[in-house]
């Protein structure tokens, strides 16, 4: 059974950091593409960032050098680093992953592409 648990949510001022972890469990990461989803209130599921089975990264414009994303085989556990944080990063972060090599072959499915998500957690950007 496949479980992906999410913490290191919370509050925090604008311009600050936070680091999310998703810790996967029946899943082994170093053969997968592993991505951050954002659901904010009254908006759709948006992809954050993802990383493949190679290391490979992609990410929204809107966090492009502000959000790293990275992985850890080892402790099979998927990092998302934000720094530089914005009231508009406020939202529910979800870990996925599909159970795919480059997540270029999933690319234009979009969310329907993974296979396996968390629960969330909360991100919560104030002023």
């Known amino acids: 059974q496949v479980q992906l648990v999410e913490s290191g949510g919370g509050s925090v001022q604008a311009g600050g950091s936070l680091r999310l972890s998703c810790e996967a469990s029946?899943?082994?990461?170093?053969?997968?593409?592993m991505g951050w989803f954002r659901q904010a209130p009254g908006k759709e599921r948006e992809v954050v960032a993802v990383?493949?089975?190679?290391?490979?990264?992609d990410y929204a414009d809107s966090v492009k050098g502000r959000f790293t994303i990275s992985k850890d085989n080892a402790l099979n556990t998927l990092y998302l680093q934000m720094d530089n944080l914005k009231l508009e990063d406020t939202a529910i972060y979800h870990c996925a992953a599909a159970a795919v090599w480059s997540c270029a072959v999933i690319r234009a499915r979009g969310a329907s592409g993974f296979s396996f998500w968390g629960q969330g957690t909360q991100v919560t950007v104030s002023s």
């Open positions: 990383i493949d089975a190679g290391g490979s990264t």
């Open positions: 029946g899943f082994d990461t170093s053969g997968a593409c």
